[in-house]
Protein backbone atom coordinates (compact mmCIF):
# COMPACT_ATOMS: atom_id res chain seq x y z
CA UNK A 1 0.00 0.00 0.00
CA UNK A 2 1.41 3.59 -0.87
CA UNK A 3 2.00 5.93 1.63
CA UNK A 4 -0.40 8.81 1.28
CA UNK A 5 1.41 11.43 3.10
CA UNK A 6 3.35 14.05 0.63
CA UNK A 7 5.74 14.94 3.78
CA UNK A 8 9.38 14.09 2.88
CA UNK A 9 11.52 11.78 5.10
CA UNK A 10 15.05 12.90 5.05
CA UNK A 11 17.71 11.55 7.35
CA UNK A 12 20.96 13.47 7.94
CA UNK A 13 23.65 12.33 10.16
CA UNK A 14 22.98 13.66 13.90
CA UNK A 15 26.22 14.73 14.64
CA UNK A 16 29.38 14.31 12.38
CA UNK A 17 31.64 14.98 9.43
CA UNK A 18 28.91 15.34 7.55
CA UNK A 19 26.33 17.04 9.68
CA UNK A 20 26.86 21.26 9.16
CA UNK A 21 27.82 20.92 5.61
CA UNK A 22 24.17 18.97 5.00
CA UNK A 23 22.06 21.22 7.34
CA UNK A 24 23.84 24.20 5.36
CA UNK A 25 23.36 22.76 1.83
CA UNK A 26 19.54 22.89 3.07
CA UNK A 27 19.49 25.80 4.38
CA UNK A 28 21.30 27.01 1.38
CA UNK A 29 17.93 25.67 -0.63
CA UNK A 30 15.39 27.67 1.28
CA UNK A 31 14.44 25.33 3.83
CA UNK A 32 14.20 26.54 7.43
CA UNK A 33 14.04 24.51 10.71
CA UNK A 34 13.35 25.18 14.50
CA UNK A 35 16.43 23.86 16.50
CA UNK A 36 17.53 21.17 15.13
CA UNK A 37 19.96 20.61 18.08
CA UNK A 38 17.66 19.49 20.34
CA UNK A 39 14.99 16.78 18.94
CA UNK A 40 15.55 14.31 16.41
CA UNK A 41 12.52 14.64 14.29
CA UNK A 42 12.52 17.89 12.96
CA UNK A 43 9.85 19.98 10.82
CA UNK A 44 10.85 22.46 7.93
CA UNK A 45 8.71 25.19 8.81
CA UNK A 46 8.48 25.97 4.81
CA UNK A 47 8.45 22.85 2.87
CA UNK A 48 6.83 19.30 3.44
CA UNK A 49 9.65 17.85 4.71
CA UNK A 50 10.76 16.59 8.38
CA UNK A 51 14.04 15.47 9.16
CA UNK A 52 15.48 12.66 11.02
CA UNK A 53 18.83 12.75 12.54
CA UNK A 54 21.05 9.71 12.87
CA UNK A 55 24.41 8.25 13.23
CA UNK A 56 25.01 7.88 9.78
CA UNK A 57 25.83 4.26 10.22
CA UNK A 58 21.83 3.88 10.27
CA UNK A 59 20.93 6.16 7.44
CA UNK A 60 21.65 3.55 4.30
CA UNK A 61 18.94 1.16 5.76
CA UNK A 62 16.34 3.74 7.03
CA UNK A 63 15.98 4.31 3.40
CA UNK A 64 15.98 1.15 2.17
CA UNK A 65 13.27 -0.11 4.32
CA UNK A 66 11.44 3.74 3.23
CA UNK A 67 11.72 4.73 6.89
CA UNK A 68 13.23 7.19 5.35
CA UNK A 69 12.24 8.86 1.54
CA UNK A 70 16.07 10.56 1.47
CA UNK A 71 19.22 10.36 2.95
CA UNK A 72 22.43 12.43 2.63
CA UNK A 73 25.21 10.15 3.67
CA UNK A 74 28.61 8.30 2.80
CA UNK A 75 29.14 6.75 -0.32
CA UNK A 76 31.43 4.68 1.49
CA UNK A 77 28.58 3.78 4.27
CA UNK A 78 26.32 3.10 1.47
CA UNK A 79 28.50 0.61 -0.54
CA UNK A 80 29.64 -0.97 2.71
CA UNK A 81 26.15 -1.57 3.60
CA UNK A 82 25.55 -2.74 -0.13
CA UNK A 83 22.37 -0.94 0.22
CA UNK A 84 19.08 -1.28 -2.16
CA UNK A 85 18.40 2.62 -2.52
CA UNK A 86 19.14 4.97 -5.43
CA UNK A 87 21.75 7.09 -5.62
CA UNK A 88 20.86 10.67 -6.77
CA UNK A 89 23.28 12.86 -6.75
CA UNK A 90 27.16 12.75 -5.67
CA UNK A 91 27.45 16.00 -3.85
CA UNK A 92 31.06 17.62 -3.39
CA UNK A 93 31.70 17.80 0.22
CA UNK A 94 32.66 14.93 2.97
CA UNK A 95 35.58 13.69 0.35
CA UNK A 96 37.73 11.12 1.25
CA UNK A 97 39.19 7.50 0.12
CA UNK A 98 39.44 4.41 2.05
CA UNK A 99 43.00 3.54 1.84
CA UNK A 100 45.00 0.40 2.85
CA UNK A 101 47.92 1.96 5.20
CA UNK A 102 50.62 0.16 6.88
CA UNK A 103 53.64 0.89 9.44
CA UNK A 104 56.27 2.66 8.05
CA UNK A 105 59.21 1.38 7.08
CA UNK A 106 57.88 -2.47 7.58
CA UNK A 107 57.77 -5.60 5.22
CA UNK A 108 54.56 -4.69 3.77
CA UNK A 109 55.03 -1.65 0.79
CA UNK A 110 52.27 -2.44 -1.63
CA UNK A 111 49.10 -4.22 -1.74
CA UNK A 112 50.45 -7.34 -3.38
CA UNK A 113 52.49 -7.79 -0.01
CA UNK A 114 49.14 -8.58 1.88
CA UNK A 115 48.62 -12.07 1.39
CA UNK A 116 48.31 -13.91 4.63
CA UNK A 117 48.59 -10.52 6.93
CA UNK A 118 46.20 -9.52 9.01
CA UNK A 119 44.12 -6.18 8.20
CA UNK A 120 42.05 -4.35 10.43
CA UNK A 121 39.03 -2.22 9.22
CA UNK A 122 35.58 -0.69 10.03
CA UNK A 123 34.92 -1.41 6.31
CA UNK A 124 34.81 -5.56 5.91
CA UNK A 125 32.78 -5.72 2.89
CA UNK A 126 34.75 -2.86 0.88
CA UNK A 127 38.09 -4.53 1.72
CA UNK A 128 36.71 -8.01 0.89
CA UNK A 129 35.85 -6.95 -2.46
CA UNK A 130 39.38 -5.15 -2.80
CA UNK A 131 41.39 -8.27 -1.92
CA UNK A 132 38.99 -10.16 -4.47
CA UNK A 133 39.67 -8.22 -7.20
CA UNK A 134 43.13 -8.29 -6.54
CA UNK A 135 43.55 -12.38 -6.10
CA UNK A 136 44.37 -11.49 -2.85
CA UNK A 137 44.16 -12.97 0.44
CA UNK A 138 44.04 -11.94 3.61
CA UNK A 139 42.56 -11.73 7.10
CA UNK A 140 39.89 -9.21 7.89
CA UNK A 141 39.35 -8.10 11.57
CA UNK A 142 36.74 -6.26 11.79
CA UNK A 143 36.57 -3.05 14.67
CA UNK A 144 34.26 -0.30 14.88
CA UNK A 145 36.54 2.32 15.42
CA UNK A 146 40.16 3.55 16.19
CA UNK A 147 41.39 1.12 13.47
CA UNK A 148 44.70 3.15 12.84
CA UNK A 149 46.20 2.09 16.09
CA UNK A 150 45.64 -1.43 15.63
CA UNK A 151 48.62 -2.68 14.28
CA UNK A 152 50.87 -1.07 17.11
CA UNK A 153 48.87 -3.59 19.22
CA UNK A 154 49.47 -6.21 17.33
CA UNK A 155 45.90 -6.76 16.70
CA UNK A 156 46.47 -6.83 12.82
CA UNK A 157 49.51 -5.55 10.38
CA UNK A 158 47.89 -3.19 8.12
CA UNK A 159 44.64 -1.54 8.44
CA UNK A 160 41.85 0.02 5.60
CA UNK A 161 40.80 3.24 6.79
CA UNK A 162 39.00 6.78 6.08
CA UNK A 163 41.55 9.03 4.81
CA UNK A 164 41.17 12.44 4.08
CA UNK A 165 44.43 14.94 4.53
CA UNK A 166 46.59 11.43 5.92
CA UNK A 167 46.98 13.66 8.83
CA UNK A 168 46.09 10.33 11.29
CA UNK A 169 47.61 7.90 9.35
CA UNK A 170 51.08 9.89 10.11
CA UNK A 171 50.20 10.37 13.47
CA UNK A 172 50.11 6.64 14.27
CA UNK A 173 53.76 5.94 11.96
CA UNK A 174 51.53 4.76 9.10
CA UNK A 175 51.87 5.10 5.49
CA UNK A 176 49.10 5.43 2.57
CA UNK A 177 49.59 2.06 0.06
CA UNK A 178 46.89 2.32 -2.12
CA UNK A 179 43.09 3.53 -2.24
CA UNK A 180 40.18 1.15 -2.80
CA UNK A 181 37.12 3.07 -2.48
CA UNK A 182 36.72 7.29 -3.68
CA UNK A 183 33.84 8.80 -1.19
CA UNK A 184 32.07 11.65 -1.27
CA UNK A 185 28.38 12.37 0.44
CA UNK A 186 25.80 11.14 -1.72
CA UNK A 187 22.15 11.89 -2.10
CA UNK A 188 20.32 8.80 -1.80
CA UNK A 189 16.46 7.81 -2.32
CA UNK A 190 14.38 5.00 -1.30
CA UNK A 191 13.69 2.00 -3.46
CA UNK A 192 9.68 1.90 -2.22
CA UNK A 193 6.83 2.79 -4.18
CA UNK A 194 6.51 6.62 -3.06
CA UNK A 195 3.13 8.69 -3.69
CA UNK A 196 2.52 11.40 -6.52
CA UNK A 197 2.67 13.95 -3.78
CA UNK A 198 6.10 12.77 -2.84
CA UNK A 199 7.58 11.66 -5.81
CA UNK A 200 6.69 15.70 -7.16
CA UNK A 201 8.20 16.83 -4.18
CA UNK A 202 11.38 14.90 -4.61
CA UNK A 203 11.79 16.66 -8.14
CA UNK A 204 11.49 19.75 -6.99
CA UNK A 205 13.89 19.49 -4.15
CA UNK A 206 16.18 18.05 -6.92
CA UNK A 207 15.72 20.94 -8.96
CA UNK A 208 16.56 23.58 -5.99
CA UNK A 209 19.82 21.37 -5.02
CA UNK A 210 20.89 21.66 -8.92
CA UNK A 211 20.24 25.50 -8.74
CA UNK A 212 21.92 25.73 -5.58
CA UNK A 213 25.21 23.44 -6.77
CA UNK A 214 25.44 25.34 -10.17
CA UNK A 215 25.54 28.75 -7.95
CA UNK A 216 28.33 27.38 -5.82
CA UNK A 217 30.64 27.23 -8.83
CA UNK A 218 29.33 30.32 -10.62
CA UNK A 219 30.61 33.79 -9.99
CA UNK A 220 28.92 37.26 -11.13
CA UNK A 221 31.65 39.53 -12.39
CA UNK A 222 31.58 43.04 -13.00
CA UNK A 223 34.64 45.22 -14.45
CA UNK A 224 34.81 48.40 -16.31
CA UNK A 225 36.75 48.94 -19.63
CA UNK A 226 37.43 50.80 -22.49
CA UNK A 227 34.64 50.01 -25.26
CA UNK A 228 37.30 49.10 -27.37
CA UNK A 229 38.60 46.36 -25.59
CA UNK A 230 35.04 44.43 -25.46
CA UNK A 231 35.91 41.86 -27.72
CA UNK A 232 39.66 41.29 -26.40
CA UNK A 233 37.56 40.47 -23.24
CA UNK A 234 35.03 37.77 -24.89
CA UNK A 235 37.71 36.08 -26.33
CA UNK A 236 39.62 35.91 -22.69
CA UNK A 237 36.46 34.78 -20.99
CA UNK A 238 35.27 31.91 -23.05
CA UNK A 239 32.25 30.83 -21.34
CA UNK A 240 31.06 34.59 -21.91
CA UNK A 241 29.29 34.23 -24.79
CA UNK A 242 26.58 37.55 -24.29
CA UNK A 243 27.61 39.57 -21.34
CA UNK A 244 26.05 42.58 -20.12
CA UNK A 245 27.69 45.43 -21.50
CA UNK A 246 26.36 49.42 -20.78
CA UNK A 247 27.76 52.28 -21.31
CA UNK A 248 29.35 54.43 -18.55
CA UNK A 249 29.23 58.19 -18.00
CA UNK A 250 33.26 58.31 -19.13
CA UNK A 251 33.65 58.43 -22.50
CA UNK A 252 34.47 55.38 -24.43
CA UNK A 253 34.22 53.14 -21.15
CA UNK A 254 31.78 50.52 -20.34
CA UNK A 255 30.92 47.87 -17.36
CA UNK A 256 30.57 44.65 -18.34
CA UNK A 257 28.96 42.22 -16.21
CA UNK A 258 28.33 38.31 -16.03
CA UNK A 259 28.72 34.70 -14.90
CA UNK A 260 31.50 32.79 -14.87
CA UNK A 261 32.45 29.36 -12.86
CA UNK A 262 35.02 30.09 -10.56
CA UNK A 263 37.50 27.31 -11.67
CA UNK A 264 38.71 28.96 -14.95
CA UNK A 265 38.68 32.82 -13.08
CA UNK A 266 41.56 33.45 -11.21
CA UNK A 267 43.94 32.20 -13.92
CA UNK A 268 42.04 34.67 -16.51
CA UNK A 269 42.13 37.91 -13.87
CA UNK A 270 45.44 38.53 -15.01
CA UNK A 271 44.52 38.23 -18.83
CA UNK A 272 41.66 40.74 -18.09
CA UNK A 273 43.70 43.29 -16.11
CA UNK A 274 46.03 43.26 -19.39
CA UNK A 275 43.16 43.91 -21.68
CA UNK A 276 42.26 47.35 -19.58
CA UNK A 277 39.83 45.73 -17.52
CA UNK A 278 39.56 47.74 -13.83
CA UNK A 279 37.34 47.43 -10.76
CA UNK A 280 36.62 44.28 -10.71
CA UNK A 281 34.37 42.75 -8.59
CA UNK A 282 33.49 39.29 -7.96
CA UNK A 283 30.44 38.43 -5.96
CA UNK A 284 29.04 35.25 -4.92
CA UNK A 285 25.46 33.89 -6.20
CA UNK A 286 22.86 32.36 -3.97
CA UNK A 287 20.90 30.64 -6.67
CA UNK A 288 20.57 29.74 -10.55
CA UNK A 289 17.82 28.34 -11.84
CA UNK A 290 17.24 27.39 -15.27
P1 LIG B 1 28.25 8.48 13.64
O1 LIG B 1 28.26 8.79 15.08
O2 LIG B 1 27.15 9.21 12.92
O3 LIG B 1 28.27 7.00 13.33
P2 LIG B 1 30.94 8.44 12.52
O4 LIG B 1 31.99 8.63 13.55
O5 LIG B 1 30.67 7.09 11.98
O6 LIG B 1 29.60 9.12 13.05
P3 LIG B 1 32.12 10.61 10.97
O7 LIG B 1 33.51 10.48 11.47
O8 LIG B 1 31.33 11.81 11.37
O9 LIG B 1 31.24 9.29 11.23
O10 LIG B 1 32.20 10.52 9.38
C1 LIG B 1 31.05 10.54 8.60
C2 LIG B 1 31.43 10.40 7.16
O11 LIG B 1 32.27 11.49 6.78
C3 LIG B 1 32.22 9.18 6.77
O12 LIG B 1 31.43 8.03 6.62
C4 LIG B 1 32.81 9.63 5.44
O13 LIG B 1 31.87 9.47 4.40
C5 LIG B 1 33.04 11.12 5.64
N1 LIG B 1 34.46 11.52 5.84
C6 LIG B 1 35.10 12.51 5.19
N2 LIG B 1 36.37 12.61 5.57
C7 LIG B 1 36.59 11.68 6.49
C8 LIG B 1 37.72 11.29 7.26
N3 LIG B 1 38.90 11.88 7.14
N4 LIG B 1 37.57 10.29 8.14
C9 LIG B 1 36.38 9.69 8.30
N5 LIG B 1 35.28 10.01 7.57
C10 LIG B 1 35.37 10.99 6.67
MG1 LIG C 1 29.16 6.05 11.87
Redo the contacts with the bound molecule.
Keep these: TLDSSTSLRIAV???????DKTLNLLEGIGLKFDDYKRSLLVKCRNFDVELLL?????IPEYVEDGVCDLGF?????VAEDEADVTILRGLDY???RLSIAAPKAGDIQSAADLNGKRIATSYPVLTRKFLESKGLSADIVTLS?SVEIAPRLEIADVIT?????GG?LKANGLQELETIFD???QLVKTNKPLSEGKQALIEKFLQRIEGYQKAEKSRYIMMNAPESAVDEIKDIIPSLKSPTVMPLADNGMVAIHTVITITTFWDLMENLKDAGATGIVVLPIESMIA
Excluded: F, P, Y
Excluded at 54 to 58: A, F, K, L, P, S
Excluded at 161 to 165: A, G, H, I, P
Design positions: QKSGRLTIRDDDVGANTGVCGDLVSTTSET
